[in-house]
């Protein structure tokens, strides 16, 4: 199975500034046919995740540009800019390269 | 807007079966993957199970293959996920995805005696 690591586990930000998650994948999810099959998805305080990038680096429909991913085949980041209080929750990786899909731990963001 | 709202969640004793659904709305359901992914309380996502458009492939976690069947009805744009021999590892909030992109409000599932 593909292992998603990201790092940091929990980050505090002072709102307005900004906030990097990263995540690391134990297999290039770099497909043949050019696309990298990694996604980033926000789960806010009691509610259901929401995806905010798909392919790397392909905004969500809804999400605010605030929001971005880049990458290599095996390195990703999220970048958040001008983090806002409504950007608060646990932030995952996830690789929808090959069965089993599989995610990363999750980062936990809270505003200082 | 893409709906998913699912259903079917509650106590089960373990080795029991139960049967979720997952009633879809606002896209042409016949068209499109859909998925389920579990949420252990306060633990992670994990992906348990895929199937194809037209029903004709489905794909399993290793832990729920031979228990959990993943099925649809186009017809009625629906996804079901039959659960049998639960086990208390299996106590999570089930969710109904589209393709992993859009996600239901989720339901719980709690195996205990």
């Known amino acids: 199975d593909i292992v998603m690591t990201q790092a940091p586990l929990s980050v505090s930000v002072t709102p307005g500034e900004s906030a990097s998650i990263s995540c690391r994948s134990s297999k290039s999810l770099l497909h043949s046919n050019g696309i990298t099959y990694v996604y980033w998805y926000l789960q806010k305080p009691g509610k259901s995740p929401q995806l905010l990038i798909y392919r790397m680096s392909n905004l969500a429909s809804g999400v605010p540009d605030r929001f971005s991913g880049s990458g290599s085949e095996t390195d990703f980041t999220l970048k958040i800019s001008r983090v806002e209080a409504e950007d608060v929750g646990i932030y995952y990786c996830?690789?929808?390269?090959?069965?089993?899909?599989?995610f990363g731990a999750g980062t936990k963001l809270e505003l200082k | 807007e893409v709906q998913l709202v699912e259903s079917g969640g509650g106590l089960v004793q373990p080795g029991r079966s139960m049967k979720l659904s997952c009633a879809a709305s606002g896209f042409t359901f016949s068209n499109y993957g859909m998925a389920w992914v579990r949420q252990a309380p306060t633990k992670g996502l994990e992906w348990v199970a895929t199937?194809?458009?037209?029903?004709?492939?489905?794909y399993y976690r290793d832990s729920v293959k031979g228990r959990f069947t993943i099925s649809r009805d186009n017809a009625k744009s629906t996804l079901y996920l039959q659960m049998n021999s639960l086990r208390s590892e299996d106590t999570a909030t089930y969710y109904c995805?589209?393709?992993?992109?859009?996600w239901g409000q989720g339901a719980s599932v709690t195996v205990s005696s």
């Open positions: 996830g690789q929808l390269l090959e069965n089993p899909y599989t």
């Open positions: 199937i194809s458009y037209d029903g004709s492939s489905t």
């Open positions: 995805t589209r393709g992993l992109l859009q």
